[in-house]
């Protein structure tokens, strides 16, 4: 049994076309494995707990419009984000909003609550829309916000065990002698991060699918995250953190430099997808203009050659956003093989 943990995109916004290199090697290494006869269980670990949501929240009691945001959930909750990230660069006291609104979550407040509940389930409808046009699917959509309840339990037993001590307020596990900093576990301010969640979802996944291997798709910036993450497990006495595995890959940037979701310069997925069925759309028609299902063969055509595109570069190497070079009909790529 492998567990792949794939795509993982947070929650209140559209899927970028920087949620494409994990989406694309994930579901490679899902067919792979199925086609070697293993039990695949993909797994799609939403990012919707903690931070993020919390400036969702606090960006839409200050500036929502239920009207607006329902003509188009992840796109409009987006740009509430981008506008308070925007806001909170010049105002200290909207980072203090976040941070109540946090706490408020952890602790179970019945609006924030609510309002969350509402932003996670209209973005997944969004995310299984653009999943179903690239013929990804997932064993199960399970985000951080599921092991919530789980962390408590894990940070005491963290603390009593002596691995987690305290410092400048919050709760770590020293790495030192391992070349490490530090493990956050629990911030100064008492609550929980990415850190903790990812210990609780893997001890979960042991127990509930008793996996052989287990493997993490993410950018390469993560690999410090994952080391400390399989470091901490290992310490907790649990052999099987030696069957985790980080598969890192190179981010995509644009010819202007490093894409940023906080400051709203992104490239929508959907958007790349459309201009490729267009433009594999026009060469059809003037390739073979009777055929049948012409629109659908684009659409199968244009998604091919962008997922091509994505795998043929090599994994670990940084790739400059190059419309033409993504789109390109010439020489080794998806439309050719497909052809």
């Not at 595995?245 to 979701?261: A, D, N, R």
Request: proline content about 4%; some cysteine.
């Amino acid at each position: 049994t492998v567990v792949i943990d794939f795509s993982s995109p947070n929650i209140s916004r559209p899927l970028s076309i920087h949620h494409l290199r994990s989406t694309a090697i994930g579901n490679s290494l899902c067919k792979i494995y199925s086609a070697l006869g293993w039990r695949v269980v993909g797994i799609n670990h939403l990012g919707d707990w903690g931070v993020h949501p919390a400036i969702d929240i606090a960006a839409y009691k200050r500036w929502g419009d239920d009207e607006v945001l329902r003509t188009n959930p992840p796109y409009e909750l987006f740009n509430l984000y981008v506008r308070y990230n925007a806001e909170m660069e010049n105002d200290p006291s909207l980072r203090e909003e976040v941070q109540a609104w946090t706490r408020k979550l952890e602790a179970g407040d019945p609006e924030a609550l609510q309002l969350w509940e509402w932003f996670r389930s209209e973005t997944l409808k969004d995310f299984k829309r653009m999943y179903g046009l690239m013929g990804v699917e997932f064993t199960e959509h399970v985000g951080e916000s599921f092991y919530r309840d789980r962390v408590g339990p894990l940070i005491n037993t963290l603390r009593d065990s002596g691995l987690a001590v305290e410092s400048e307020g919050a709760l770590v596990v020293m790495l030192d002698e391992y070349d490490m900093p530090p493990a956050i576990i629990q911030t100064g301010a008492g609550t929980t991060v990415y850190l903790t969640r990812d210990l609780a979802a893997a001890i979960y996944r042991k127990e509930t699918y008793d996996f052989d291997r287990m493997i993490y798709t993410t950018d390469s910036g993560q690999s410090l995250h994952f080391r400390q993450v399989f470091k901490v497990l290992e310490l907790m006495g649990y052999e099987w953190a030696a069957d985790c595995v980080h598969v890192p890959f190179g981010l995509i940037s644009f010819q202007e430099g490093k894409m940023s979701s906080r400051r709203g310069n992104v490239i929508f997925l959907e958007d790349v997808i459309d201009r490729a069925n267009e433009l594999t759309r026009d060469i059809v028609r003037e390739k073979n203009p009777d055929l049948p299902n012409g629109d659908e063969i684009a659409r199968q055509v244009g998604i091919g050659a962008i997922i091509y595109a994505d795998l043929d570069s090599r994994r670990n190497r940084d790739i400059v956003f190059d419309w033409g070079e993504i789109l390109n009909f010439n020489g080794e790529t998806g439309p050719y093989i497909q052809y």
